[in-house]
């Protein structure tokens, strides 16, 4: 509609341009990024379609005062709707993760407070961290201050049936140093990769409470854990309930996105 409109008011110069914005905004709303910049495009190519059409040179065929040709507005204005669309694209893909967000930590609430006990409520926990960040494994270690016993929870799905089985178990002393990570801050990535010039065979990203990025030149992960797991990625958080628990929660090869600082922020989010 914006572009049958221009045919018959101005073509090109038509006041009537901003009607196109509208378009944008709808499409960043009701789909995504891409489907926003296709849109866009579809603009640009129905805009100079019709600065065809009503150019004086090609007939005149759909108004009576045709003005001549810019070619210069023409650009423009197509590098306007270009960028219009890539912006309101991005707002709406942000919007859209913030309120999936939202309603995945709402419905994870009411799962945990629904259920009676300590157990079924790190249970639900588990299974909707998986489902959330795409991980088809768990670690959630637990540890009990007052009494300093260390609880160790495991989910991992089934390669066939793809149902996620969860165990838990209590850790003895031998067993702890693998699992106590001393987290650099309150939710952290680390990737596997090469050796870098300080030895160490991982990239690490980390950030703290606050959002900001965290210092992370002097921690290391347990050696013991990195020897006896394959992973490419691991998505940790650590957590505390009270005085009474304190935790770490480890998604193994979780799907990320485009956007890991998002995955780390969401973390938090729901761990907190």
Excluded: H
């Excluded at 914006?2 to 901003?18: D, E, K, Q």
């Excluded at 999936?100 to 994870?108: D, H, P, Q, V």
């Excluded at 987290?183 to 990203?205: H, T």
């Excluded at 005085?243 to 480890?250: A, F, K, P």
């Amino acid at each position: 509609w914006p572009a049958m409109i221009a045919l018959f008011t101005a073509g090109p110069s038509s006041p009537f341009f901003l009607f196109n914005t509208f378009v944008l905004l709808e499409a960043a709303y009701r789909w995504g990024f891409a489907e926003t910049l296709v849109t866009a495009g579809a603009e640009i190519v129905l805009y100079i379609a019709g600065a065809l059409l009503t150019n004086p040179e090609a007939g005149n065929a759909f108004f009576v005062e045709a003005p001549n040709l810019e070619v210069n507005r023409l650009i423009m204005r197509g590098l306007y709707l270009l960028i219009m669309g890539y912006l309101l694209g991005y707002l709406g893909r942000q919007e859209k993760i913030r309120r999936f967000e939202l309603s995945r930590i709402a419905g994870l609430m009411i799962k945990v407070q629904s259920e009676t006990g300590l157990r079924g409520a790190l249970q639900t926990v588990l299974e909707d961290a998986c489902y959330l960040f795409g991980s088809d494994r768990a670690v959630l270690v637990l540890r009990e201050i007052s009494s300093d016993r260390f609880y160790l929870w495991e989910a991992w799905r089934d390669s066939a049936t793809r149902e996620l089985t969860i165990g838990s178990t209590e850790l003895d002393y031998s067993e702890r140093p693998e699992y106590q990570f001393d987290s650099p801050a309150r939710a952290w990535l680390l990737r596997r990769g090469d050796a870098n010039e300080q030895g160490k065979s991982y990239e690490l990203r980390a950030m703290g409470s606050e959002g900001a990025d965290a210092e992370t030149s002097k921690w290391n992960p347990p050696e013991p854990f990195l020897q006896s797991r394959r992973f490419g990625a691991l998505l940790g958080a650590d957590f505390e309930f009270r005085s009474d628990w304190e935790g770490t929660l480890l998604l193994l090869d979780p799907e990320l996105g485009p956007d890991p600082d998002s995955a780390l922020r969401f973390l938090q989010v729901v761990m907190q």
